[in-house]
């Protein structure tokens, strides 16, 4: 039985990363060859569920480790045998009939290699096979020695030892290898692969102070570590935890920035890592085998889906009451669970599903909550729950954090302390005089994430959505648009304009994509020489043709033909073109076109007839257009790349119904936005919003599931893309043109700097404070502001940067949040709020959301009835062994 797991743990353990240097794979991957580092990675992705398998696994690593083992093969001979056997293209065997030097002398060297490799193998395992006498690994010993007495083999380990081989012994070798005992070869490489992998990870054991776990039957229900630490850390502070099937839920609580999110991926990493039978960061381990782990830590929404934050913790809980429910023995982490919806339903959630998990005694929990009142109702109700949490201590009026586990449930709340630590009241409040000036709109790397805005392979991004274009440059020149979008109201409207004019007369692209690219690769070659030069290189050409068969002269010939078509397809669209109606917007560029392609020497190319080209007429032909006219080539290939996107995006226009905005000066203060959606849902609810200077803060409320995330982002991008002067998904839209735009939708905690959750989103608010002291004018969203951190914190901060951001009457602020409370407050403090919700409407008991924008404070509350719709508490219960004495009346 495989052990179970999925993508969500993988990332949230970090497991595997982008930039692969701070991942735990990166961590042991210290191989030889590049097949021990594929395997490594096969073997990380398979974790083992069997007890016996994995002690047998850490039985061979600890052999290697306290043996101190060297890999026995040259790793630099490895690589070129490895090249060489990669090759099984049956056209480069060797033969007697002949070959030429290169081929011989390539393939004697690696034939040579690779003998000596199997040699070295054959001795190296001869050297230790009375040595794992006993061990597991003495299995393996005996299959590498089995296959390498193979008698292709043995011949040719005698005959290497007597001297330099022969030409027709490496032709003879080289079939034998690579070809007629292929299938031996790979067996043989896999071997070495495992013991590059296994030396490996020994040599990480002893470098970094690992321990090996020891693996107990899955029935045990046991976890005993001393010591653990998160393995990325360069200064990590270990703890201790032991569970037991009387003890095998933890409830940890600790205040932000306290450790808990770190101490669970340390404890989830060890767990991960005693299934794959390697080393642990810790001082001792022991552990009951599982079926499974699922951890869920970083969980963003999913728009796709159509799921909130809120919604994707059920479903995300649900999955893990799934695999319960069918009897699974897991290993389950939730950092702070339901954290995405109100009080009251993260109570009652936290409560219900963990009391559900109580009844499964065979599996282990760790749930951290900054809920800690439903600790108390937990304590009576639970009796296999034990609580710890990470204490916070203050030294001169500041928090200092210990990281070290501690029995009971905390009552630290340093939140506010923490946003006053790091000055985002003042940074607000503090308005700068000087205004700082920037060439386009600012967007950060976090508002591009939350409103996935990039990416031309990325899935429903807002890029790929407009990406319908015929040209390379033309994908590039919509990045760049992408990347700047413009601050100026002029030009905004002017790029609206031309988009419309493409979209009024519904303007088709001239030529297709292959013609263009193989244009750019005609004109690539051009270099601005001289005419006897470029002759010169032809007559070469033409000479190589004539007596080797040479295909430059015909590649040549081609990409000039080619060129002409698209120059003069091109020449006939201009010129109909320029008797379009309110073809104006579009005249400097259309001037500038047309005045290249009628200068006088190129337009004797562009009449020219069909026909077969001279020497001299191809000669002149490329003397014109790759040297003598490179400048307005390149001038003109650029001018087509726009045009590409000109066309491209007004066609997503007209297909998708969108409209163009109208860009205002900043001082008009005015977002007037009709019949807005959200682009990538064509079917989408749509929304009217307007804000202006008396009402330029927008204060969000709704229940779970109720679409608060999606109507941000749908703003959000609307934005965005009208700054771009782009087409939005919209019936209409005015707004004036702003310094930037910063959105805080999906924000990670982030360990490699030591952040927590909380601390992250004060560090988001602390970001967007900078850009409001530096006198910017700016669209601000914050979705679930503080929702990282304890009830009485997330109220306090909530309230305290709401109405220092209200103070701003330059920029446009959306808050969106559970607290609802705090609504009541800003409303007495503030004058220039609007109060909007998301309704939810009640049908035959069962929840339905109308998605439409509604004026005042909501007061729904539904998110037990999502969790009891789900069925997740009776999905647990399913096959349930309960103990009777695990849960109390």
């Known amino acids: 039985m495989s052990f179970i797991t999925d993508k969500q743990t993988i990332d949230d353990l970090n497991v595997f990363s982008k930039s692969g240097s701070d991942s735990i794979y990166h961590i042991f991957n210290k191989n030889y060859t590049q097949g021990g580092a594929s395997l490594l990675e096969d073997l990380f992705r398979s974790p083992l569920s069997d007890e016996k398998a994995i002690n047998e696994r850490v039985a061979m690593l600890r052999y290697f480790q306290e043996s101190k083992t060297a890999f026995p093969l040259q790793g630099n001979r490895f690589e070129e045998a490895e090249r060489y056997l990669s090759n099984t293209d049956p056209r480069s065997r060797l033969s007697n009939q002949g070959f030429s030097m290169a081929d011989f002398k390539a393939a004697g060297q690696s034939v040579t290699a690779l003998i000596e490799i199997l040699k070295g193998l054959k001795a190296f395992m001869l050297e230790i096979q009375g040595k794992v006498a006993g061990n597991p690994y003495a299995k393996q010993v005996e299959l590498v020695l089995g296959l390498l007495k193979t008698k292709e083999l043995e011949l040719i380990f005698a005959d290497h030892g007597k001297g330099k081989i022969s030409s027709g012994k490496i032709v003879e070798y080289d079939n034998i290898l690579r070809f007629q005992q292929r299938a031996l070869m790979e067996k043989i490489l896999q071997h070495i692969y495992q013991l590059d992998v296994y030396i490996s990870i020994a040599g990480v054991a002893t470098e970094r102070g690992y321990v090996f776990a020891t693996a107990l039957k899955r029935d045990a229900n046991r976890l005993q570590l001393q010591g653990v630490y998160h393995p990325l850390l360069h200064k990590p502070v270990a703890n201790n935890l032991e ?56 969980l963003p929404d999913n728009l796709a889906m159509g799921a909130s934050h809120f919604y994707a913790e059920v479903l995300r809980v649900k999955k893990v009451a799934t695999e319960l429910g069918a009897g699974k023995n897991l290993f389950v982490v939730f950092d702070e669970l339901f954290r995405g919806t109100n009080v009251k339903d993260a109570y009652e959630g936290t409560i219900a599903i963990m009391e559900a998990f109580a009844r499964k005694p065979h599996s282990l929990f760790v749930i951290s909550t900054h809920i800690m009142e439903a600790g108390e109702v937990l304590r009576e109700r639970c009796s296999n729950m034990i609580f710890r949490y990470l204490p916070t201590r203050m030294e001169n009026g500041k928090p200092v954090y210990t990281y070290t586990l501690t029995e009971g449930i905390t009552d630290d709340r340093h939140g506010m302390i923490i946003i006053n630590n790091e000055g985002v009241i003042e940074l607000i409040k503090d308005k700068k005089q000087a205004r700082q000036q920037h060439p386009h709109f600012l967007a950060d790397k976090q508002t591009g994430e939350d409103l996935n805005l990039q990416g031309k392979f990325k899935q429903q991004s807002i890029y790929s959505l407009f990406n319908h274009l015929q040209t390379r440059g033309g994908e590039k020149e919509l990045e760049g648009m992408f990347a700047r979008p413009l601050n100026n109201p002029e030009q905004i409207n002017k790029r609206s304009a031309l988009f419309a004019f493409f979209q009024q007369h519904k303007v088709i692209f001239p030529v297709i994509r292959s013609q263009v690219e193989s244009m750019e690769d005609y004109l690539a070659g051009g270099a601005g020489a001289s005419l006897p030069r470029v002759a010169w290189g032809i007559f070469a050409k033409k000479f190589k043709q004539v007596l080797f068969h040479n295909a430059e002269l015909l590649q040549l010939q081609a990409g000039q033909s080619v060129t002409i078509e698209v120059l ?56 014109t257009i790759r040297h003598a006219m490179i400048s307005q080539m390149e001038t003109l290939l650029k001018l087509i790349y726009e045009l590409d996107v000109y066309i491209g995006v007004a066609a997503v226009a007209a297909d998708q119904g969108f409209v163009y905005a109208r860009a205002l000066p900043a001082d008009h203060m005015l977002l007037d936005m009709e019949g807005f959606r959200h682009p990538a849902l064509k079917n989408g609810v749509v929304n009217d919003l307007l804000l202006t200077r008396d009402r330029n803060m927008l204060f969000l409320t709704g229940a779970n599931m109720a679409g608060k995330s999606t109507f941000m982002k749908s703003m959000g991008i609307a934005v965005y893309l009208a700054h771009m002067g782009f087409p939005v998904a919209a019936r209409r839209m005015e707004f004036s043109v702003k310094d930037g735009l910063f959105s805080s939708i999906n924000v990670s905690d982030n360990l490699d700097m030591g952040y927590s959750h909380f601390y992250a989103e004060v560090l988001r608010t602390k970001t967007v404070a900078k850009s409001v002291s530096e006198s910017q004018d700016l ?85 037990m009835i999502i969790i009891e719709n789900e069925r997740i508490v009776d999905i647990i219960q399913a096959n349930d062994p309960v103990t009777p004495n695990l849960i109390q009346n």
């Open 243 to 298: 569970m037991t099937p009387e003890s095998n839920i933890v409830f940890l609580t600790g205040a932000n920035m306290g450790g808990k999110s770190t101490f669970m991926k340390s404890l989830s990493i060890a767990m991960y890592l005693a299934h794959l039978g390697f080393p642990v960061a810790a001082k001792q381990m022991e552990f009951s085998v599982c079926d499974g782990m699922y951890t869920t830590i970083n």
């Open 568 to 623: 003069q397809a091109f020449r006939q669209f201009f010129l109909e073109l320029k008797g379009k109606d309110g073809v104006s917007v579009y005249r400097n560029n259309l001037d500038m076109a047309q005045k290249i392609l009628q200068d006088p020497s190129l337009q004797s190319i562009l009449d020219a007839g069909e026909g077969q080209l001279s020497l001299m007429q191809l000669i002149r032909n490329d003397y």
């Open 779 to 863: 669209y601000v969203l914050f979705d679930e502001l503080f929702k990282g951190t304890n009830v009485k914190d997330a109220y306090d901060a909530t309230l305290a940067v709401s109405k220092a951001f209200a103070a701003n009457r330059n920029s446009f602020f959306v808050v969106s949040t559970h607290i609802i409370e705090v609504g009541e407050a800003l409303g007495k403090a503030c004058d220039n709020l609007q109060f909007s919700f998301l309704p939810t409407v009640m049908k035959d008991g069962v929840p339905t959301y109308p998605y439409t924008l509604a004026s005042g404070i909501t007061t729904d509350r539904q998110g």
